[in-house]
């Protein structure tokens, strides 16, 4: 059981920067993790996930972050980042922690607020 738990958001102006943090009781290197945000009136939609065990820290990006946003870890304080670099107001979102990915552990959101 992870209880993943996000920080890291607020506001910022557009082509700004923000990193968000998950922070999960467990060990993540062993597990896939994903980032996922919702943003008004809409679905939670998949941002990025970084692959544990055998899949060895690769990564993967939905298109409409590919280029802007990086996620990483590191093992030692259970935690994984979501480094977004270049924000659009499209970016606005409540963002989620999944993990591991396609399990019933999510945070509580963070909310991302990127003004015009």
């Keep these: 059981q992870m209880h993943p738990v996000e920080s890291g958001g607020g506001l910022v102006q557009a082509g700004g920067s923000l990193r ?27 941002v990025a996930t970084i692959f544990g065990g055998f899949g060895g820290g690769r990564t993967a990006y939905a298109d409409s972050v590919k280029g802007r946003f990086t996620i990483s870890r590191d093992s030692s304080k259970n935690t994984v980042y979501l480094q977004m670099d270049s924000l659009k107001t499209e970016d606005t979102a409540v963002y989620y922690c999944n993990a591991p990915v396609g399990s019933e552990y999510w945070g509580q959101g963070t909310q991302v607020t990127v003004s015009s």
């Design 20 to 46: 968000l943090s998950c922070a999960a009781s467990g060990r993540i290197f062993s597990i896939n993790v994903g980032w996922y945000r919702q943003a008004p009136g809409g679905q939670r939609e998949w």
